[in-house]
Antibody
């Protein structure tokens, strides 16, 4: 069964960096695009970034473009999100999410449990 | 960006009711529309993708419809376990966007 496990969250000062990771298992990781989606407490969902199955195509939300970098290591079944120049408004729970369809973007059928990032001095 | 607007923002309904949630896109998104259910403290769960295709394991009382810019999630025969917040999401254009959510309470 598909399992996604995020790690790397924590408390960080504004302007500093943090790296989130997502360990995937239970499916052929290299076949599927992967995304990061975030959700502030009590608020809705915000898509952050997506990476294609082979890592060649990446897209970002405007709110993180130029500051965050999504990457993947298909040999280790791991998705990452490097977050630089962090701001208080980046304080949310970050989920990694698997696209439902191999080589096509329709929806997310599996989600991790989320990792909390708090940006505060 | 494609704005996704859901209505209502919240609703309280009784077990057995037929419930409809609307989602309107600010521009046409063809069939790239999905619906999710999220319960407190949990990750979202995919219910429906490509407008009307039921995700495996999701009860048949959930259905989706619509085209272009207007879409609907219908729950036929609301059950106690259907409480939670429902989100629509478009994957037609970047940045992918979600609706603001519809909170469903069971009376």
């Amino acid at each position: 069964q598909v399992q996604l496990a995020e790690s790397g969250g924590g408390v960080v000062q504004p302007g500093r960096s943090l790296r989130l990771s997502c360990a995937a298992s239970g499916f052929t990781f290299s076949d599927y695009g992967m995304s990061w989606v975030r959700q502030a407490p009590g608020t809705g969902l915000e898509w952050v970034a997506v990476i294609s199955h082979d890592g060649t195509v990446k897209h970002y939300a405007d709110s993180v473009k130029g500051r965050f970098t999504i990457s993947r290591d298909n040999s280790k079944n791991t998705l990452s999100l490097d977050m630089n120049s962090l701001r208080p408004e980046d304080s949310t729970t970050y989920y990694c999410a698997k696209e439902r369809d191999a080589r096509a973007s329709t929806s997310f059928d599996s989600w991790g449990q989320g990792t909390l990032v708090t940006v505060s001095s | 960006d494609v704005q996704m607007t859901q209505s209502p923002s919240s609703v309280s309904a009784s077990v057995g009711d037929r419930l409809t949630i609307s989602c309107r896109a600010s521009q046409a998104i063809s069939s790239s529309l999905a619906w999710y259910q999220q319960k407190p403290g949990q990750a979202p769960k995919l219910l429906i993708y490509t407008v009307s295709t039921l995700q495996s394991g999701v009860p048949s009382r959930f259905s989706g419809s619509g085209s272009g810019t207007d879409f609907t999630l219908t729950i036929s025969g609301l059950q106690p376990e259907d409480f939670g917040t429902y989100y629509c999401q478009q994957a037609k254009n970047f940045p992918w966007t979600f609706g603001q959510g519809t909170k469903v309470d069971i009376k």
